[in-house]
């Protein structure tokens, strides 16, 4: 309790909760509490001497954001939520910081950790930069040049090492231990913090195995190659950096990219910010979900500091340490879901919903909040991707569907980029259904060659629907206009009844 008084930890919190969700406010603070007061004492005494230097004029955001730096885990949350428009400003841009910091690390330390992986770099026609360009959660990245004739090929060129923090591993683990503690700090005062029963236990501990691919470079390697491979046709307008041979697990090598900020306002005068928009959802959100391949992969840390515009126009997408995967039956599931919301049939939603659930879901709660959301649909809601994601949300919280980890990832992708959005475009950000639904479009109408040779239930597909789903689709929109018009009037004459009445599925 003593390092959390000291910290302003209640001021801090109160600073980061919006007042609409001030009452998420407790078990927030006592889960950020159990966390910070749970780390080894040397960890606990480094965090107090870092808040000491920031003076007793420090406010709470400034102070929040240092506590992010001390931490791993907190300085990934962090970024997650440095884009989020609920936020309050300063503390928004306060968290920013977080998404690329000035290097810390000597140059001297991180030479050294270099050469004790791959030695000698002279000899091997290596050459690094005098200082590094960026410090990042749990590595620092420094740029280099190899020589012709290097184990990169015949020409010379400019690349990167990503390399990992002294003594980041063992911090990182000390802190992802802790995290399956929260959660069941957590389940043991669902009732006491009025928050749902979520096994928050379980969904720690997939947080955790993922969050422990951060300093997993070797896995980034692979991840990098698969990124290189699904984008195969993208050359012209995103890009994906190439490995370089001088690698390790500790150590990633790739090309250098240069290039600004997506968010980057002024430096970016040139860049037409609405296509800049559609180009990051169309590559992040649509590119994985209209795949036709058996998984596919998904960036899974879209923060700004990973995203740029190169000097050439193209979309560069940096770090794919965090990645995930989505599987067909996944992407077939969610197909499934808007099918039934346009005809207003929970069947094959309530279907789709349970087979993506890791555990049977009893009771009536599912089948209530598929009515609620289809009672949206009835009163004119549009139920693309956004609507769709209310309803996983939903169902998850008040049903208890427990979501495979990727899953839960990709819908972590769609927080992050609708503020990330927001800023690259101004306002209130870009209609990302519109965005979604032209894409969709598109996809549908490639597909059409092919369809006329397809079997009426193939979904093998990048829409995820077969020929027989969309003329049960084609069949059943007329009556689902006339039914949508009916309970419109049905509002109008008795307001109130038609939320009672509203079915759950046609006929």
């Given at each position: 309790m003593l390092l959390w008084d000291q910290l302003g930890g209640e001021q801090m919190i109160a600073a980061a909760v919006p007042e609409a969700?001030?009452?998420?406010?407790?078990?927030?603070?006592?889960?950020?509490?159990?966390?910070?007061?749970?780390?080894?004492?040397?960890?606990?005494?480094?965090?107090?001497?870092?808040?000491?230097?920031?003076?007793?004029?420090?406010?709470?955001?400034?102070?929040?954001?240092?506590?992010?730096?001390?931490?791993?885990?907190?300085?990934?949350?962090?970024?997650?939520?440095?884009?989020?428009?609920?936020?309050?400003?300063?503390?928004?841009?306060?968290?920013?910081?977080?998404?690329?910091?000035?290097?810390?690390?000597?140059?001297?330390?991180?030479?050294?950790?270099?050469?004790?992986?791959?030695?000698?770099?002279?000899?091997?026609?290596?050459?690094?930069?005098?200082?590094?360009?960026?410090?990042?959660?749990?590595?620092?990245?420094?740029?280099?040049?190899?020589?012709?004739?290097?184990?990169?090929?015949?020409?010379?060129?400019?690349g990167v090492f990503k390399v990992l923090k002294p003594g980041i591993e063992e911090r990182l683990d000390q802190e992802l231990a802790l995290l399956e503690d929260v959660g069941a700090f957590l389940d043991e005062r669902c009732a006491e913090f009025g928050i749902p029963p979520l096994d928050y236990q379980d969904i720690f501990a997939q947080v955790r195995e993922r969050l422990g691919h951060e300093v997993r470079l070797d896995i980034e390697q692979r991840h990098l190659a698969s990124a290189l491979e699904a984008y195969e046709g993208w050359e012209a307008t995103v890009r994906i950096p190439r490995p370089l041979p001088w690698s390790s697990r500790r150590i990633t090598a790739m090309e250098r990219i240069d290039g600004r900020k997506v968010t980057e306002g002024g430096a970016l005068a040139r860049v037409d910010r609405g296509r800049l928009a559609r180009r990051i959802v169309e590559a992040l959100i649509a590119h994985p979900l209209w795949s036709t391949a058996p998984s596919a992969l998904f960036h899974a840390d879209p923060h700004a500091g990973n995203l740029l515009v190169t000097d050439d126009g193209r979309l560069g997408i940096l770090d794919w340490s965090l990645a995930g995967t989505l599987g067909k039956r996944e992407r077939e599931a969610m197909g499934q879901v808007l099918q039934g919301a346009l005809m207003l049939d929970a069947r094959p939603i309530l279907e789709a919903l349970r087979s993506l659930s890791s555990r049977a879901v009893a009771g009536p709660a599912l089948d209530q909040v598929v009515a609620k959301h289809l009672r949206q649909v009835g009163r004119g809601h549009l139920p693309g991707f956004t609507w769709m994601m209310g309803l996983l949300d939903e169902a998850v919280q008040e049903a208890r569907l427990r979501v495979g980890a990727d899953l839960m990832m990709f819908r972590r992708v769609l927080l992050m980029l609708e503020g990330v959005l927001a800023d690259v475009e101004g306002g209130g950000g870009p209609d990302l259904d519109a965005i979604l639904?032209?894409?969709?479009?598109?996809?549908?109408?490639?597909?059409?060659?092919?369809?006329?040779?397809?079997?009426?239930?193939?979904?093998?597909?990048?829409?995820?629907?077969?020929?027989?789903?969309?003329?049960?689709?084609?069949?059943?929109?007329?009556?689902?206009?006339?039914?949508?018009?009916?309970?419109?009037?049905?509002?109008?004459?008795?307001?109130?009844?038609?939320?009672?009445?509203?079915?759950?599925?046609?006929?």
């Open positions: 969700y001030a009452s998420y406010r407790a078990p927030i603070a006592a889960a950020v509490r159990f966390f910070v007061e749970s780390l080894p004492g040397p960890r606990a005494i480094a965090i107090l001497a870092e808040q000491m230097v920031l003076g007793p004029s420090a406010g709470a955001s400034e102070r929040l954001m240092e506590l992010a730096r001390s931490c791993p885990v907190l300085h990934k949350l962090g970024q997650v939520l440095a884009r989020d428009r609920r936020l309050d400003p300063g503390l928004r841009a306060e968290l920013q910081r977080l998404e690329s910091m000035e290097p810390e690390v000597p140059m001297e330390a991180i030479r050294a950790l270099i050469e004790q992986d791959l030695g000698p770099l002279e000899p091997q026609g290596l050459a690094l930069e005098p200082t590094a360009l960026a410090e990042a959660s749990v590595a620092v990245v420094v740029p280099f040049r190899y020589r012709e004739g290097s184990a990169a090929g015949p020409g010379p060129g400019r639904i032209a894409s969709f479009v598109r996809q549908l109408v490639g597909e059409w060659p092919g369809r006329a040779l397809a079997l009426p239930r193939s979904r093998a597909f990048g829409t995820h629907l077969s020929n027989a789903d969309l003329m049960q689709l084609a069949l059943t929109l007329p009556w689902t206009t006339a039914r949508v018009g009916l309970d419109w009037w049905q509002e109008v004459l008795a307001p109130g009844q038609a939320d009672a009445s509203f079915p759950a599925c046609s006929p």
